[in-house]
């Protein structure tokens, strides 16, 4: 996941938004999104797919690690990444 997303790789999520006169964004900040995008999904990868396909989700809820709102929070998240994904463009 860490070689498709962020700066020189091969999906873009920035690229289709542009500011409201036509002109893009700077290169820094679209090399912000393009990082974050890179490193939220990979983070939602290792901080809560991976433990939940490795633990007993039982005792990852009863513990409290992993709570109905963590899940609601979680649900956000991910949409938000596949509306970028959706409008990512190969490079």
Not at 49 to 72: I, Q, T, W, Y
């Amino acid at each position: 996941m860490l070689s498709v997303f962020g700066k020189d790789h091969p999906l873009a999520v920035s690229t289709n938004y542009k500011k409201r006169d036509g002109s893009d964004f700077s290169n820094s900040t679209k090399e912000n999104i393009e990082e974050g995008q890179k490193f939220l999904s990979s983070g939602i990868m290792r901080g809560v797919r991976n433990p939940l396909a490795h633990e007993e989700r039982v005792e990852l809820k009863e513990s409290g690690l992993f709570s109905e709102d963590d899940c609601l929070d979680m649900l956000s998240l991910l949409s938000h990444l596949f509306r970028r994904l959706d409008s990512a463009v190969k490079k």
